[in-house]
């Protein structure tokens, strides 16, 4: 059967097909395209805070007056540093650092004992202060330089006895008692001899009379009066 083909009614209009919608930037009736966005910025460096700047200089001027040996100046310069710039905390380590060595050189150093009596008072002070081998290292230039002074030998015994050394320390004893007999009367009630108490050879020593020089010294006592 043959297939009829319908005429157009005039009375209808033709049907007209829909454009393509247009893209922004192309042409009507072309494929969509993808617009492209704009870069979005990355993450920005941190900002140093104006202070920064001025607390480096200041630190700069530091350094510089430090390597003119100027210690003291510039010890207060880096002071600074800390005290007007606290929120500065990577700096202050370093700051620190530069201070301390100027604190250590700033600090006048003590002379070295030279004379005999300069030494028996470096090496009171040394035993006060439990320091016996400082003290002994006093005594002995004594005794080199004067092996008759009973000043020197009688602290010798003290230095050697806080040590727990009784063999040296009664060894000087007997022969600070030797050469000055009044080092005697001072053994007996002397504190810092107190450790050889116990020992024989210590109050055989005390007991046994000795003859004396005749230019008697006048003992040295290695503390002040308690």
């Known amino acids: 059967m043959a297939t009829k083909h319908r005429r157009p009614d005039p009375s209808k209009p033709a049907k007209t097909p829909a454009p393509s919608s247009p893209v922004a930037g192309g042409r009507s009736g072309s494929p969509a395209e993808t617009v492209p966005q704009a870069a979005q910025p990355g993450p920005q ?40 710039y606290p929120e500065e905390k990577e700096l202050h380590e370093r700051v620190r650092l530069y201070l301390n060595i100027c604190q250590r050189q700033a600090t006048p150093k003590e002379a070295s004992p030279r004379t005999q009596e300069e030494r028996l008072y470096a090496a009171t ?40 050394e009784p063999a040296e ?28 108490r116990g020992d024989e050879a210590f109050r055989t020593a005390l007991d046994t009379p000795a003859a004396s020089r005749g230019d008697r010294r006048r003992p040295f006592r290695s503390r002040p009066a308690r």
């Open 45 to 84: 460096p941190p900002q140093r805070r104006t202070t920064y700047l001025e607390a480096v200089a200041l630190y700069e001027r530091g350094l510089e007056t430090l390597q003119r040996h100027e210690f003291s100046a510039a010890a207060a310069l880096f002071e600074s540093v800390l005290r007007q």
């Open 125 to 164: 002070l040394a035993i006060n202060g439990g320091r016996y081998d400082q003290a002994l290292a006093n005594l002995r230039l004594v005794r080199d330089e004067d092996p008759d002074n009973d000043h020197a030998l009688y602290m010798l015994a003290v230095a050697h006895a806080q040590r727990g």
């Open 169 to 196: 320390a009664i060894a000087h004893l007997e022969r600070a008692i030797a050469l000055n007999p009044e080092n005697r009367a001072l053994a007996k009630s002397d504190p810092d001899l107190e450790p050889l």
